[in-house]
């Protein structure tokens, strides 16, 4: 049914666009700099999308349109699993990084690099910086991005080559 590979692809673009710019605005508005993982956890997302606008771009060729939601299911299924390692680390399940990273930005206005780098803020991956019903957002990014992937994938399946 070509119902099913469309709303495969409504999905994939309204999912990741939701997840990545839900970030973003926790990040910009929210004042909640991002760690290295939190970052790793946005690549997939912005794979995802581009993966899923071509796949609408080439919704003609429904085999090829289904291939790329297939993949771009895989890249936030990615950015899940990526989320839920870097969930387990925020509850000391396992460790992670050795190391941390700042959110440094460009040393404009006279400002030395130096000054840049001892004003930056310390961002650890081993601590949520937010948390709902005792779930990060690192958790959350997992247990959406899961679900919808999987649900992305069985719909995609159910289409079946337009039989």
Same mark, same amino acid.
């Given at each position: 049914?070509?119902?099913?590979?469309?709303?495969?692809?409504?999905?994939?673009? #309204? %999912?990741?666009?939701? &997840?990545?710019? =839900? +970030? !973003? /605005?926790?990040q910009y508005?929210? $004042? @909640? *700099?991002?760690?290295?993982?939190?970052?790793?956890?946005?690549?997939?997302? #912005? %794979?995802?999308?581009? &993966?899923?606008? =071509? +796949? !609408? /771009?080439?919704?003609?060729?429904? $085999? @090829? *349109?289904?291939?790329?939601?297939?993949?771009?299911?895989?890249?936030?299924?990615?950015?899940?699993?990526?989320?839920?390692?870097? +969930?387990?680390?925020?509850?000391?399940?396992?460790?992670?990084?050795?190391?941390?990273?700042?959110?440094?930005?460009?040393?404009?206005?006279?400002?030395?690099?130096?000054?840049?780098?001892?004003?930056?803020?310390?961002?650890?991956?081993?601590?949520?910086?937010?948390?709902?019903?005792?779930?990060?957002?690192?958790?959350?990014?997992?247990?959406?991005?899961?679900?919808?992937?999987?649900?992305?994938?069985?719909?995609?399946?159910r289409w079946?080559?337009?039989?």
């Amino acid at each position: 049914m070509d119902r099913s590979l469309s709303r495969a692809r409504l999905i994939a673009i #309204l %999912a990741p666009n939701a &997840l990545l710019w =839900g +970030a !973003i /605005g926790f990040q910009y508005l929210g $004042g @909640l *700099s991002p760690c290295q993982m939190c970052y790793w956890q946005r690549w997939p997302h #912005l %794979a995802a999308i581009l &993966l899923t606008l =071509g +796949a !609408i /771009g080439l919704r003609a060729n429904r $085999g @090829l *349109s289904a291939m790329l939601t297939m993949l771009s299911a895989l890249a936030i299924l990615t950015s899940g699993l990526i989320g839920g390692f870097h +969930a387990g680390v925020e509850y000391g399940w396992w460790e992670g990084l050795t190391t941390c990273a700042t959110g440094l930005s460009g040393g404009g206005g006279g400002q030395s690099a130096l000054d840049a780098i001892m004003n930056a803020p310390l961002v650890r991956c081993d601590v949520a910086a937010w948390s709902l019903f005792g779930i990060s957002m690192a958790g959350y990014n997992f247990l959406i991005s899961v679900v919808v992937a999987l649900g992305i994938l069985t719909l995609v399946s159910r289409w079946k080559g337009g039989a």
